[in-house]
């Protein structure tokens, strides 16, 4: 009995360690190898991952789905950055370059016109810069001005040699900030950077003598072309656009040759460039208005309010800059072609952080 009890207890059993047998061996063999397949896909998916824009030689070729990629690394980056930080240290270095650049300015103003009269022709500004700074910074040319023609045209190569060399600084901050916002270092050599800084100075300087001169001469030409009453409208409505192609390839020239690295190619500048030159236009007027009709700083800061006023306007427009740097530099990350001048090379072999290492 106790013998038939044992077979049958052995029968009982062995048809579900059998069917377990079964599963673990059709387990082993086909689960893992189905997970293994999955698992490949998703690597072979993953290699074959393409960024949307990776093969284009151009920005307009990258598609809107790579603009968002571009923007969404660029807000990022703006954060990692501390562009907002960088901004106000070129800032404070661009205020200590204002009033030598003042006084090479008027130095050189000197030379084709009164000096007396520079303080009226900068009314340009007027509408960019928060109220009571555009009348700071006459002020300040007037004052430079009283020492008078003569004394001016003595000392000319003097006064403008130590006042460009004193702004220099300030466009040297500049290009420091550009090289955090392309991730670069900076390799060039006391000489060569002092040189590139310079030109960049000195350039600055001439373009603002010429929209200053012009400012004075184009409405006494349109005059005598007997426009007559539409010369003012011509002006104002001319200048806008006049005024943002002059800045879209003034930032492509600094975009370029600003940061250490192998320059990029004119079209790889140009997103930053166009950018930079809408939103300080906008950002400019937006803050003229906001100051002139909610927040009086000569109220909060007293006799300085008019400094804080030029100081918030600077530091908007260098975070600006910096803004336009970020997106060029990540618009660069985008594609896979070289965006470096000259003939293409491979990755990594651009001299560029933003031509070598890819988003």
Not at 159 to 179: E, H, M, R
Not at 258 to 267: I, N, T, Y
Request: aromatic share 10%; hydrophobic share 45%.
């Amino acid at each position: 009995m106790s013998h038939l009890k044992r077979h049958t207890l052995i029968a009982d059993l062995a048809l579900p360690i059998l069917v377990g047998i079964c599963a673990a061996w059709v387990t082993s063999r086909f689960i893992p190898a189905q997970q293994s397949a999955r698992d490949s896909d998703y690597e072979d998916k993953t290699k074959h991952r393409v960024r949307a824009g990776a093969l284009a030689s151009e920005p307009h070729q990258i598609p809107a789905k790579g603009w968002l990629e571009v923007a969404r690394r660029t807000y990022h980056e703006v954060d990692r950055d501390r562009v907002r930080a960088v901004a106000a240290g070129v800032t404070f270095y661009g205020l200590l370059a204002l009033f030598p650049a003042l006084t090479a300015f008027v130095s050189l103003y000197g030379l084709v016109a009164e000096p007396a009269t520079i303080a009226g022709q900068v009314a340009l500004i007027d509408g960019f810069l928060p109220a009571g700074s555009s009348d700071f910074l006459r002020d300040q040319l007037v004052r430079i001005t009283r020492g008078g023609e003569t004394e001016l045209s003595i000392a000319l190569v003097v006064s403008v040699s130590l006042a460009i060399w004193s702004a220099n600084a300030g466009v040297k901050a500049v290009f420091d900030a550009l090289n955090v916002a392309y991730g670069e270092d900076e390799k060039r050599g006391f000489i060569k950077l002092n040189l590139v800084s310079l030109a960049f100075t000195t350039g600055t300087l001439c373009f603002v003598l010429t929209s200053v001169g012009a400012v004075a001469v184009i409405p006494v030409m349109l005059d005598y072309v007997y426009l007559g009453g539409t010369t003012e409208w011509i002006i104002s409505i001319g200048r806008w656009p006049v005024l943002i192609v002059a800045l879209i390839l003034g930032l492509s020239i600094l975009y370029r040759y600003g940061p250490s690295r192998d320059e990029a190619q004119w079209s790889w500048v140009s997103p930053g460039a166009i950018f930079a030159s809408v939103s300080w236009l906008a950002g400019s007027l937006l803050l003229s208005w906001y100051v002139a009709n909610f927040e009086d700083y000569n109220k909060t800061y007293g006799t300085i309010g008019a400094v804080i006023g030029l100081l918030t306007w600077m530091w908007l427009s260098a975070t600006i800059v910096l803004v336009g740097a970020e997106l060029n530099s990540e618009s660069e990350r985008q594609t896979d072609e070289d965006t470096t001048r000259g003939p293409p090379v491979p990755i990594g072999m651009r001299g560029a952080d933003a031509a070598d290492r890819k988003g």
